[in-house]
């Protein structure tokens, strides 16, 4: 990382240009670094107060210091002056302790504070259109159920259904189970599976449902991180999303499987300590792939 951002104490100048500073720690590093400096503008003394205004931001709050060197000299020295208050970004004022009434333009400003930093470029604005149609139709990516288009009062199941086989012969009601066959275990793997695997081209983690148009979005970009898809990463990260996606419910075999079929190298190369964003997404793509497909996540309903 950087050198610590603040204020420095000048312990030699080896020329008009070179100028060196104590630093905090003993690291050794290399770099570019910033001041704020500002020239022109212009400042008003009113008694023993004076108010500046700088031609950028100057970063200061009350409190701080700025190093004032005034261009015409008169009662007031050049040196270090403590903000008594800040009228805007460009404006402050300082406490002198000569009095006097004058206006002048042209001072050199050096707030004793880290520079502020502006950045600049594009933002772009991910959001969800929510334009999921309908996801009951039997199709080839059905979810065997439409959001506020349940058939019955008693939402998508009846709450007395019983599974036949075994369980319906033991007297236990399973009212999930009546979503759930064959036919639309498939259908819900296809339909989340083109969800998580959309956008194959962005490695930022986003991608959304019905085709990647941004239908219903998701975003796994905060698991993305070297220390999280690393092989030692992986039983952390699947005990993660397993307590998101099925509540802590998946069971010690299943994460076992899990863990050892994505923290494998040959399967999902890892240019460990320095992965690629596409290595990183793919691990934890798979991971979400494989709970969303497991028995105690299709059981959710």
Known sequence: GGAKSGTFTVVTVPSSSVFTVTATDSATRAGDCAFPKWTGGGFTQTGSNITFTTTGPHGLTVGKFAFIEFPNGGSVTNGSYRVTSVQSPTRFTVAVFASSSRTESSPTVLPLVPAPVNRSGSVTIHYNTWAMGYTDGGNSSSLSQTPLNSPTVFNYFFPDYKFQGILA?????????????????????????????????????????????????????????????????????????????????????????????????????????????????????????????????????
């Open 169 to 301: 012969s033991a007297g236990l009601t399973t009212p999930e189970f009546q979503l759930t066959s064959d036919t639309s275990i498939i259908l819900q793997m296809n339909f989340l599976t083109q969800g998580i695997f959309n956008n194959s081209a962005n490695t930022n983690g986003l991608s959304s449902f019905t085709s990647g148009g941004g239908a219903l979005g998701m975003d796994i970009g905060p698991w993305m991180t070297p220390a999280i898809t690393s092989n030692a990463g992986i039983p952390g990260l699947v005990d993660s999303l397993n307590t998101l996606l099925c509540a802590g419910q998946l069971s010690s075999s299943a994460k076992s499987v899990i863990v050892s079929y994505v923290a494998d190298n040959t399967r999902f190369p890892y240019s460990s300590p320095l992965p690629t964003n596409s290595q990183m997404r793919d691990r934890v793509r798979a991971v979400v792939h494989l709970i969303v497909n497991s028995p105690e996540f299709a059981v959710q309903r």
